[in-house]
């Protein structure tokens, strides 16, 4: 009887199916923040849409793991997500080592999404640009057939970086106006991080008066009133029939 | 009885109705060459594309306007173009004029394209980036209600710059593989250009395979056969179903 | 006895008396609404500071050149600006020619600004990035000693872009969370614009709601609450005590 | 007696004399499809020519190391290389350590090239963006006098970056329309990876057909045939005389 | 009796008080050369300036750990800073590891700097490189509340980049025209590495006049005599009253 | 018999054959500053070398044009040029004109120049950016055979832009270090504007030391004493074994 490798993450909801749409979040709550409304625009229509955390958070300043997974589950029902999952690896230690790519590799695999999600190499914080840096090596070794990993090889057709904290150059804008109630119920689910005290300019009760004021920049730019903005770092093969 | 004043173009194909797309060139051909693919896949689902050229390419060291005129309707024929007009600028002259910002303002107005596509401002030639400034005027005057100039006013959608003889930072790429042989068909339509000596890097019987081999390039970056490349200068509205 | 050459522009507000600092605006409301609320903090501070309107306006949908100018004085009042001027150069018509350019030189040197704001060039409106070109040939006219141009010789030190419609690579951003009252009061002092049926995604009642979301923007990036944005196409030379 | 340290690679053809060009390969045919044609040039103008693999490319889906091993002798011989050598690092693992970075100081020193070829670290795979990182903590290392190190110490003169699977700013064309055959012949030696099925889009019997498209699209821009493209990050030292 | 951890570096000069600007140097010389005279003007206007090197330089061809230690100080007494501290990292090895950020972050806490200078990171030497991207990671953990690290949580406001050996896109000039002398004399109280033979492009006799080149190349562009360029990566907070 | 037309220049030095290389200068002394030590390399190298001026520099506040022309004609003595020549555009009016570039155009038939030096774009004197862009005209219709233009049709192979008053983005480093004397003779040869009374940061006694400054700036990264600086807009077709 051959014993089953465990899969390298927990799943905080849902089961872990082939996804459409996989979103990386370094920590809790930066996937709502960076890139929800988006998300939830496509649960709506039906698409199987997940998140990935990297880290539990556990070295943020309010909340504990406990709290913040119960909170991520929370979010995940408000935004229709198919699937959550933890991956567990150290806050403050994401960067690109090869024990963690194995791992996220792994993960890509178990779930297989077509559209990744990332954050953006130019954040200030370096969980950030470290996931940015280990997704590319993750990418790539998901999709090698003799990789030393569980699961079928797998490529990833795109890789979009969602806006954290730093000014994006976006090349693409979601329009997100119809999902305003779902996208500010799903931030504030996150409540250890948006309730009491401000502690920083994101973890702070005003993130939600701050997100959609960049919504609205976005949106003046592409002549609607909400959106999200991303940037494609290589040139994105489109249906004409869809611009 | 009001006398309506006379359109500021001369169809060459079709009739002017109202476009999704539209191309404009500086010279007959150069639609066809940058992107004919792409136009073609348009048009043959079911979209009202069009092509404007700028000049008749008077200076072109081979073919006459009458020629040029004639290739121009045998290849809006064979793309399926809805329509093809000639706005009669000097060849060798198109710049941001006043006059010229009038005549295609004008023109937009008539065929209200929702996309339009024109030439990169990188390319050596200039009326290819005069085209491209020539064209941002335009575009913001013939949305003007006050402008003194004839149709209703109209707002382009989106502009995307296409490649012509300088090499882009492409942020889009179009799949051309399934229609090679009407792409191949529509540029040999300009027999005057492609046949016979060699008179420059574009006007030789090498087009094909030098363009095709372009559309290969792309192709690769993209994981398909042939693919055209774009440029957009904004962020671009999307809808993330068909990303 | 020798005839003054009339001055090439019209007062709306105040004396042309040596500014700190002018700003350019290719229509009435582009400096309010770019760069108001920097404006204001200098005013307040006690610095000569003044506007330049380059047209009247004329082509608006709204509004005519006799109230836009009324507004103008108004808003100006408001700012506690030092002068405003118009300098009657065709709407729609902004361009780097000769003549505009002799126009905008004599202005500099009436006026002697030591810092120059213009619109950006990125700006679709080529009013906007016209103005942008026309200052570039006018800053150094002016300064040129053989110049066929009434007045001394007078050499801006700084030029700086601010924001009009499109998204810039800010480097400079400027606290003006102290002043939000009065910039919501200038902007609104062209009442013609603002109030009424939304014509254009800027002229439009959501204005200031659309606009303060961008300062927001700017803002959190920069760990304030309001902010605008500038960019500063050369190295600039700055007091390290300031910084 | 004193021992003699081993030298820190494999000679897998020719002996490593002082060379004047190196082109550091990730994978066994990384150097063949990127730079092969101007490696060839260089070896039949009687130029000293190298290369270097970092990995056996043990982990590509197709051919073992031994078969490899032979097809990079082979495709040398074609080339006309002076050497070819075989670092032995972990396929899938080519990073910035610092053993991988003394391992290829110390190759370096052996070897002395004055110009140095290496993959662009927009590459999508981790091994060449990796190879590329690595490579510059080497060319420090192997210049410093006190660095742990055998070998005398050596200045590389200059590093060009050649392309890979992204889409690169070129600096440099260079001309490969005379050594088609040659290149063609260097490339198909690596018959592991191009023959039979296609596994990805690099290791596919299309590759000749590819990667010559690519250099037409280069050729095109530079007015020849058939060109290679470099990236060269800092300004070069030229020879007026040869430009 | 608690027992107060060490301090996580050695005292080369002064009080380790709290700092207005603290420049970071990965050896030894490398803060005087590319920042010295900003540094010595904002101690001449009253301001706690220090400097803290990465590295002993303990691996440069000339000077002993012993030797360049003393350079520094006799540097520090003619700049007149407040505080010069040693990290003790290794030279040749100073790149983003968790226990040199662990290490800077708590210099960062102890000395609390309001604006911090670091290398550029397209400079060629691996340790500029790299102390740039440790910096990074070291900033955040400075300021996170849950580090594992002695001290009071820190935030540095502003992070500026000097220049080294690469040409950079300079944001920002200081005029350095009234500290030469002194400037002058820092530099070369670093007397082992500035006399004798000339061992590479830095370590020469000619570093003064290469360097003051270089301010009159900076200068020229600011219409100063001397400057010095730095290169702010994020857009900017600044006072509109002293632009 | 037929009537010759005139030349659409005055020689000013040598006679007008069919040159390597040209300088474009907006005024006298232009390509002595930024371009004199290349040129003066290629001269000594039996290269045919020449300088168009477009304007006679009639607007400087110091000398005449018939001062100036004597020391155009010195300098070109001095560095060896085979020819020089006036193309008596107006001062302060160098730009994209029709009739600008019929005569351009014109003058690059009649001396066929190989490489084509040209200011610029960031230059922040209009005549500056104005003769970068009035070249980019004159280049195509130079090469035009149906243009009504005197002449054989003349194709220029390279462009490259040479450095002003701004910061670029150098691509190409020349050693200009075996030319120092005949360039300082060079510039000095322009008395009128190089002696007495400093007028602005260009036309000052200082000039030598500053533009000295500037080569050892570039000198230092290209690890020669003295260079000068070029930006290649485009991939430049290169001989590898020139490298």
């Known amino acids: 009887m051959t014993s089953v490798p ?3 993450f927990q799943t905080v909801h849902g ?3 082939p996804l459409d749409w996989l979103c990386l979040a370094p920590h809790p709550d930066d996937a709502e923040i960076g890139a929800g409304g988006t998300l939830i625009r496509l649960a709506q229509a039906g698409r199987a849409v997940g998140i990935l955390e990297l880290s539990r958070g556990e070295r ?12 991520c589950a929370r979010a995940a029902q408000i935004m229709g997500l198919s699937w ?3 991956l567990g690896l150290g806050d403050g230690e994401l960067t690109d080592t090869p024990a963690a790519a194995h791992a996220l590799a792994a993960a890509l695999r178990a779930v297989r999404p077509r559209v990744l999600l990332v954050p953006h190499h130019k954040d200030r914080h370096p969980d950030h640009f470290g996931t940015y840096h280990l997704s590319r090596r993750a990418v790539q070794l998901a999709q090698l057939r003799k990789a030393d990993l569980q699961g079928e090889p797998w490529r990833v057709s ?3 970086l969602y806006q954290g904290n730093a000014d994006i150059q976006a090349t693409l804008l979601v329009d997100v106006g119809d999902v305003q109630q779902e996208w500010e119920a799903a931030v ?3 409540r250890s991080q948006f309730s009491g005290e401000a502690i920083s300019e994101t973890v702070t009760p005003e993130i939600i008066e701050r997100r959609r004021a960049r919504q609205i920049y976005w949106g003046t730019l592409a002549r609607v009133r909400y959106a999200e903005a991303f940037e494609a770092e290589d040139a994105l093969l489109v249906d004409p029939l869809a611009l």
């Open 15 to 17: 089961i872990p199916i």
């Open 158 to 160: 795109r890789v979009l």
């Open 188 to 190: 504030q689910a996150h």
């Open 60 to 71: 943020g300043t309010q909340g504990t793991p406990q709290v913040r997974v119960a909170e």
């Open 84 to 86: 959550r999952g933890q």
């Open 6 to 8: 465990p899969l390298p």
